[in-house]
């Protein structure tokens, strides 16, 4: 079946780095784009970034603009977070999610998540 | 790219109908037609409810239903049951390929 699983959180320090996976299975990832989307404590969702199918184009929050970077191995069929400087507003579940081909704008599916915590 | 307004819960007795609504701007909901929700178990995946302001996708039950008006969308959902009770989340386009959610709404079934 369609899956998104992520990887790769934990404990880091103010202004260390981290890098977030996604990886997908059940469907032909490089036919897709894929977003990351956060929710830090108590608050709702974020849209963080989004990568286009082939990786050429690329979008982010202003709110990471500059600190983060997404990119994806479609011969591993990952998705990638790669967080620099990080900051104790960084703290949050992050979410890898499909660029739905069915529905315009949408994010149709999406993983379980992993938690990042910035504390130092 | 400011966060839609919801409200913080909606509650319900079974059977009823309850709507969520979601207040965005001009440059979101009020421009594009892309408005989505999404259901979601804590520790869990999201899982899209609505689509497109009011596509179902397959699998989700009649029930639910989104429409909008201007600048705000609306979730209903009718019949309501006990697993229903959890939180829903709206998003938008905003243009330039970036999105904008919700602050979530919990549904309490009475």
């Known amino acids: 079946q369609v899956q998104l699983v992520e990887s790769g959180g934990g404990v880091v320090q103010p202004g260390r780095s981290l890098r977030l996976s996604c990886a997908a299975s059940?469907?032909?990832?490089?036919?897709?784009?894929m977003h990351w989307v956060r929710q830090a404590p108590a608050k709702g969702l974020e849209w963080v970034a989004l990568t286009w199918y082939d990786g050429s184009h690329k979008y982010y929050a202003d709110s990471v603009k500059g600190r983060f970077i997404i990119s994806r191995d479609n011969s591993k069929n990952t998705l990638y977070l790669q967080m620099n400087s990080l900051r104790a507003e960084d703290t949050a579940v992050y979410y890898c999610a499909r660029d739905s081909v069915d529905y315009s704008y949408t994010l149709d599916v999406w993983g379980q998540g992993t938690t990042v915590t910035v504390s130092s | 790219q400011s966060a839609l307004t919801q409200p913080r819960s909606v509650s319900g007795s079974p059977g009823q109908s309850v709507t969520i609504s979601c207040t965005g701007t001009s440059n979101d909901i009020g421009t594009y037609n892309y408005v989505s929700w999404y259901q979601h178990h804590p520790g869990k995946a999201p899982k899209l409810m609505i689509s497109?302001?009011?596509k179902r996708p397959s699998g989700v039950p009649d029930r639910f239903s989104g429409s909008k008006s201007g600048n705000t969308a609306s979730l209903t959902i009718s019949g309501l049951q006990a697993d229903d009770e959890v939180d829903y989340y709206c998003s938008s386009y905003a243009g330039s390929y970036t999105w904008v959610f919700g602050g979530g709404t919990k549904v309490t079934v009475l």
């Open positions: 497109d302001v009011s």
């Open positions: 059940g469907f032909t990832f490089s036919n897709y784009g």
